[in-house]
T-cell receptor, first 112, second 115 residues
Framework: DAGVIQSPRHEVTEMGQEVTLRCKPI?????LFWYRQTMMRGLELLIY????????DSGMPEDRFSAKMPNASFSTLKIQPSEPRDSAVYFC??????????FGSGTRLTVV | AQTVTQSQPEMSVQEAETVTLSCTYD???????LFWYKQPPSRQMILVIR??????QNATENRFSVNFQKAAKSFSLKISDSQLGDAAMYFC????????????FGKGITLSVRP
């Protein structure tokens, strides 16, 4: 198994541009989580899905952020328009039925 | 809401020595899970150890062990015989039981290992 796959690994974009982060969870895992990591705030949960359904999006900072999970093997996190304060490492994680979490390698986003 | 506190931002240990990383949490639940994750410079989040709150016995994984004090809501990680490869950020995390529960992390501690 290749683990949780995130793309891109690095993204540099200009303020105001749309950014889309992608995640492929481990096959058979039924929960998917998006986290954001910054020096100031640590690891924050943005949103998570169970069986492709969003369960809790209270961590999404504002309307500029949206996440989708159209099927069990793919999820996206979109920021539009992006701002410099969105610069962070974004992690995707999936969880199996035995409560084992696996994290992706993260996407480092820099908004200039 | 549950909170996880790691009050030490940084620690340093001499190679081959023992170090303890502190973590406290706040919850009104009686049963839950606690975790320690390691994040090396590669950014990968690696599970180090896991503790179920209903188990009184402290979890151990080779050189890693925990001191779980449920009444005090304390969950510290002890690393014995520290190695250079142990240098990383370490995160303490909490999770409730239930299918819709989520991992809540502390802010992490940066551990350096002196050769």
């Amino acid at each position: 198994d290749a683990g949780v796959i995130q793309s891109p690994r690095h993204e540099v974009t200009e303020m105001g541009q749309e950014v889309t982060l992608r995640c492929k969870p481990i096959s058979g895992h039924n929960s998917l989580f998006w986290y954001r990591q910054t020096m100031m705030r640590g690891l924050e949960l943005l949103i998570y899905f169970n069986n492709n359904v969003p369960i809790d999006d209270s961590g999404m900072p504002e309307d500029r952020f949206s996440a989708k999970m159209p099927n069990a093997s793919f999820s996206t996190l979109k920021i539009q328009p992006s701002e410099p304060r969105d610069s962070a490492v974004y992690f995707c994680a999936s969880r199996d039925r035995a409560d084992g979490y696996t994290f992706g390698s993260g996407t480092r986003l820099t908004v200039v | 809401a549950q909170t996880v506190t790691q009050s030490q931002p940084e620690m340093s240990v001499q190679e081959a020595e023992t170090v303890t990383l502190s973590c406290t949490y706040d919850t009104s639940e009686s049963d839950y899970y606690l975790f320690w994750y390691k994040q090396p410079p590669s950014r990968q989040m690696i599970l180090v150890i896991r503790q179920e709150a209903y188990k009184q016995q402290n979890a151990t994984e080779n050189r890693f062990s925990v001191n779980f004090q449920k009444a005090a809501k304390s969950f510290s990680l002890k690393i014995s015989d520290s190695q250079l490869g142990d240098a990383a950020m370490y995160f303490c995390a909490y999770r409730s039981l239930g299918a819709n529960s989520k991992l809540t992390f502390g802010k992490g501690i940066t551990l350096s290992v002196r050769p």
